[in-house]
């Protein structure tokens, strides 16, 4: 027997109650979704996390309770008693789980008044603003829909938590303030009071402490790890974000793909209303994934696959192809069905997207029996139009569009393209989820701007065991043993086999442009502990907020985030990022400059 139980205190959930609970006396605790007061009869909507209920208050009802029922308004916080009775014959609600019965009230207690909201929470269709959502994100936390994307991302997190338990690996938590060292972007960085001028960062990922956890003989790590980055603001990005980090010993990239691809299938199709499709998941190398969708993260859910129409157009007597072409230009083209008819409006917007990144122009071809329809025909030999209809496959009605420019820019302008042309044909099926892995990036690939190698993952990852010999000689061509978990056009994941080696580590970082001072300050104690037998490992680290943002079918990871900064990377409910007293600047011997 319960003791010491406040009156008000719940026995029962909103949304659990059942026709099985008819005739039981029950109390509840939540906030009035609505309350309809139609003259000596009130029916006021309870709401709690598991959902919506009726109470009634009818003639049978004391004075007192009937008095205070009425003064309730939405989001008051009340509890009441009362007993689970069918509702009458016609006016069950066929869209509520409680729909067949309600309770009928004998006591209701006021247990704290809420202001007007300053949107409405039972009213989840109506738009509000952003901004007021993150405001007041406590309030929009209380909506039922946002409840059940934190539901969703719980249910996803423990669904990876036993999974990894079960196969013999350790949840470890690594820390927050480290030294700063490059792995892509900017650090967060955190001054110390008791080490004048000197600086923590926040992890960008925990990379160095997983690969120093496999020397430490962990072998199996996880961590569902927050991590940091001061990136310029974007949908899909926040400066704080959560990854699932994993690391295992003495494996190979095969050892990581098999484990992964089984969990995160079952999580997508018991989570989500999706089907996985394609099992066991394509692989692709980066090359096979650039040359077939101009991009490294293909949305795989429809076909538009590009066609490389270089060789065509190599000897053309049409000047600015075979010029482009003689100086390294690529043509790449890809088949629209039924698009020939597109207006010259509609193929002006399909120009100035491929202009936003960096072609010089859009060349189209509709075809219709024996007649094409371009701007460009009268350049071209009818043998090069019956060319590029032969080997892009096109058929009557369809309309090829082709650029012709450098191949990072061909490649990558005909890749949106091809998204936003499947987003207009509707050619991608929502109900489907589209996985896919990449691999066999280049390890390295050639900043102009700072005219150096660059990293193209991270410069822990190891080279491919055959391509290692080129390393000093020939960068550009040494594939590193990295992969990523790619899914209906987003990047998932990002994980790599490491280099464990202290030698093969330091030739890394001096192809990077690393004096050997700069190395010995930044990765000294990594390089050491490479000394003392690491074991060969490698790990992943897919990303919980974009995996849950697709399982919710939401477009933004906002709003699967239970506190997110703005657009604009900004705290409106704290007033983050702020001004700090003049005494705390003086604490740690710092100055603002304006």
Aim: with cysteine.
């Amino acid at each position: 027997m319960k003791t010491n139980m406040k009156a008000w205190k719940r026995d029962h959930w909103c949304g659990e109650l059942r026709t099985d609970h008819i005739g039981q006396n029950v109390r509840i605790n939540g906030w009035v979704h609505r309350n309809r007061d139609m003259g000596g009869l009130i029916f006021m909507d309870v709401r709690d996390r598991t959902g919506l209920v009726q109470v009634f208050f009818g003639p049978d009802t004391d004075a007192q309770t009937m008095e205070t029922a009425a003064s309730l308004r939405p989001e008051y916080c009340a509890a009441i008693e009362g007993t689970v009775q069918r509702r009458q014959p016609g006016a069950e609600n066929p869209k509520l789980a409680t729909g067949e019965i309600e309770i009928i009230a004998r006591s209701v207690q006021l247990l704290n008044a809420s202001r007007t909201p300053p949107f409405p929470i039972n009213e989840e269709d109506t738009e509000v603003d952003e901004q007021l959502r993150l405001k007041y994100r406590y309030l929009d936390l209380r909506r039922p829909t946002m409840y059940r994307r934190m539901e969703l991302r719980h249910r996803a997190i423990k669904m990876i938590r036993d999974y990894l338990s079960e196969r013999g690996f350790l949840e470890i938590e690594t820390p927050i303030l480290i030294k700063s060292t490059p792995e892509g972007a900017r650090d967060f960085l955190v001054p110390s009071r008791l080490f004048p001028g000197r600086f923590y960062a926040l992890p960008q990922s925990p990379q160095q402490m997983k690969q120093l956890l496999m020397v430490a003989g962990i072998e199996r790590y996880f961590q569902i790890a927050k991590c940091f980055r001061d990136e310029d603001p974007r949908a899909d990005r926040q400066p704080e974000f959560t990854q699932l980090d994993l690391e295992m010993s003495f494996v190979e990239q095969d050892d990581v793909l098999s484990l992964i691809e089984p969990l995160w299938t079952e999580i997508v199709e018991t989570l989500s209303p999706m089907r996985v499709t394609t099992k066991p998941w394509p692989r692709l190398t980066y090359q096979e994934a650039m040359r077939r969708f101009g991009t490294d993260k293909p949305d795989m859910r429809f076909g538009l696959e590009l066609t490389d129409l270089t060789e065509l157009f190599r000897n053309t007597g049409f000047n600015a192809f075979r010029q482009a072409i003689e100086a390294g230009a690529t043509a790449q083209a890809v088949c629209l069905p039924d698009c020939a008819g597109l207006s010259r409006k509609e193929i002006d917007e399909l120009t100035e997207l491929v202009k936003r990144f960096g072609a010089k122009g859009l060349a189209t071809f509709g075809f219709a029996g024996e007649e094409v329809r371009s701007p460009v025909a009268k350049f071209l030999t009818p043998e090069e139009i019956a060319g590029i209809r032969e080997r892009c496959a096109a058929n009557d009605g369809d309309l090829v569009a082709m650029v012709v420019d450098q191949p990072r820019v061909a490649l990558e302008c005909m890749g949106r393209l091809r998204l936003e042309m499947g987003r207009r044909l509707n050619l991608a099926d929502p109900n489907v989820m589209a996985f896919a892995w990449i691999v066999d990036f280049p390890l390295f690939h050639w900043d102009e701007e700072a005219q150096r190698w660059q990293s193209e993952h991270h410069p822990f990852t190891a080279p491919n065991d055959e391509d290692a010999p080129l390393l000093e000689s020939d960068p550009a061509n040494v594939r590193g043993q990295c992969y990523d978990m790619v899914g209906n056009g987003n990047e998932l994941a990002s994980g790599s086999i490491r280099i464990h080696r202290p030698d093969v580590q330091n030739k890394v970082f001096k192809i990077l442009g690393y004096a050997q001072s700069e190395i010995k300050e930044r990765f000294g104690h990594l390089l050491e502990a490479f000394e003392f037998g690491a074991p060969p490992h490698g790990g992943i680290a897919p990303g919980i907020d974009r995996l849950i943002m697709l399982l919710a079918n939401d477009d933004s990871i906002r709003n699967v985030i239970a506190f997110p900064k703005n657009a604009a990377m900004a705290d409106v409910m704290f007033g983050a990022p702020d001004a700090v007293t003049e005494e705390q600047l003086n604490e740690l011997r710092l100055t603002v400059r304006e």
